[in-house]
């Protein structure tokens, strides 16, 4: 399963951004799926997460701000950021809990990660 991020970008503080994660391969089901992101010096942490059937969950920096979704049809999630601040400023990972059409195990899956920068 590969899972290529994009629509990370400069952005004023203030500003919208919306990120958009696309899975793909040999896809037999995806569970949850979720954004994490890095800020320079720091560690990996969870942003948003939604589940198969459509619940939600999100970091306190973030609720109210931030909105996941996904098209299960399409594999595909997204994040709108508003309300962008400078400490968003981070490298935003998809991430998914898949099952292959050849191993029913869950395994985690990762993006490459795309930069977004909020700018005062």
């Known amino acids: 399963v590969q899972l290529q991020a994009s629509g990370g970008g400069l952005v004023q503080a203030g500003g919208s951004l919306r990120l958009s994660c696309a899975a793909s391969g040999s896809i037999f089901s995806i569970n949850a799926m979720a954004w994490y992101r890095r800020a320079p010096g720091l560690q990996r942490d969870l942003v948003a997460v939604i589940t198969s059937g459509g619940s939600t969950n999100y970091a306190d920096s973030v609720k109210g701000r931030f909105t996941i979704s996904r098209d299960n049809a399409k594999n595909t999630m997204f994040l709108q950021m508003n309300s962008l601040k400078p400490e968003d400023t981070a490298v935003y990972y998809c991430?998914?809990?898949?099952?292959?059409?050849?191993?029913?195990?869950?395994?985690?899956?990762w993006g490459q990660g795309t930069e977004v920068t909020v700018s005062s």
């Open positions: 991430n998914a809990l898949a099952k292959t059409r050849y191993d029913v195990r869950s395994t985690n899956y």
